[in-house]
């Protein structure tokens, strides 16, 4: 599973106390560029609470103050960027990264190298949006970590630490993964607690890890991470958080070979999720799958049948989705005895994994042509 969720805003507490906090420090900005670059962190802090209005407000008063200096001029471009986000113009939004980052390279403070990180971070995710892995690697490693560290900020060093290890994740080097993610949750923790998506941040670190310790088969530190995100979604119990959270306790327990908990500990995610407002679509499906697996392993064919009937209506259901979905019914039918339904699904499954192959083959081609 890919672990680039696109625009997937976590909550886990009550933002306001936030806002205020900030609002409070813009009193304290003297001159018109500290006002500015106020503004446009408290822009970020509005669209991150929904509160639109309150945002396009601050944004316009950030950009006003921010033409009359050169670096709240330079950094403007990073915030630009960030308001054509939900447009998925890619090639926009890039040379609007871009142009910032070009602007900034004449600035060598504190400041400059943190909006420079943000910039080379958020083009990274980009990549990584559009499948160019190796591409968003290297501004991950060679660019936004480089500018983090310079910024001394140790959320933003630990955020870039995350998001190296999420790469390695989808790689499939989950010994790299783990040593990035371990150093994330070192510098998060440590990192200023009035920074409203440190917690949420640091949780969803902690259940990553958990996630890649149960692909090495590390029990023992999958379950000190699950304990550590608990600690923190016990005050949360609605919080979209605890969505990954019980897939990766799920896993845990099959790991483990302990299907009916891990059975549990997906029925709890799912319940959840059928009441939250949030775009949980991703974790959901992801629950399910890992429902449909331990159901499998724990011999309940009947039920995985049903699972699977449900799983299949479902639009989102990718083409690689319906391949593994057919060779788990084919295989429950098998299973049953009931060799006619079982033939009947294989077919399906023969079908469907040919005509992919053929795709990949032409696609792979596509590409050869289009080098040379």
């Known amino acids: 599973a890919n672990f680039c969720k696109a625009q997937l805003i976590y909550s886990l ?82 040379q609007t990264l871009m142009k910032g980052d070009s602007l900034l390279s004449t600035f060598h403070h504190k400041d400059a190298f943190e909006v420079r990180a943000y910039i080379w971070h958020a083009f990274a995710t980009f990549q990584q949006m559009q499948a160019n892995e190796k591409a968003a690697m290297d501004a991950f490693l060679n660019k936004a970590f480089p500018f983090a560290e310079k910024s001394g900020n140790l959320f933003l060093i630990g955020n870039v630490q995350k998001s190296i ?14 040593t990035y993610l371990d150093k994330a949750i070192s510098n998060i923790k440590r990192a200023p607690a009035d920074n409203p998506t440190r917690l949420e941040t640091l949780t969803e670190t902690y259940i990553y890890a958990a996630e890649n310790y149960n692909y090495l088969h590390n029990y023992n530190s999958a379950k000190t991470n699950l304990d550590s995100a608990k600690s923190i979604l016990s005050g949360s119990p609605t919080s979209n958080l605890n969505l990954p959270y019980y897939y990766a306790e799920g896993k845990y327990y099959d790991g483990l070979g302990r299907y009916t908990d891990a059975i549990k500990s997906f029925d709890k995610g799912i319940f959840l999720g059928k009441n939250n407002d949030r775009r949980v679509t991703f974790s959901m499906n992801r629950l399910k799958d890992g429902k449909l697996k331990s159901l499998y392993n724990n011999k309940s064919y009947g039920e995985a049948i049903t699972l699977i009937n449900e799983l299949l209506k479902n639009p989102l259901a990718f083409e690689h989705d319906r391949q593994s979905l057919y060779q788990y019914i084919y295989k429950c039918y098998a299973a049953t005895g009931k060799p006619r339904e079982a033939f009947v699904w294989a077919e399906k499954y023969i079908e469907l994994k040919d005509s992919l192959q053929k795709k990949e083959v032409e696609t792979s081609i596509a590409e050869l042509e289009k080098k040379y």
């Open 13 to 94: 507490d009550d933002d306001k106390a936030y806002l205020a906090n900030a609002e409070g420090k813009l009193s304290e900005a003297v001159t018109d560029s500290a006002k500015s670059y106020s503004y446009f962190k408290l822009y970020v802090l509005c669209k991150l609470i929904t509160d639109t209005a309150k945002a396009k407000k601050y944004f316009d008063e950030a950009i006003i103050l921010s033409t009359k200096h050169p670096f709240t001029n330079a950094a403007s471009y990073y915030y630009k960027a960030h308001t054509l986000y939900s447009t998925f113009d890619f090639p926009k939004i890039e």
């Open 165 to 178: 290890a999420t790469v390695f994740m989808n790689a499939d080097q989950r010994e790299n993964a783990a």
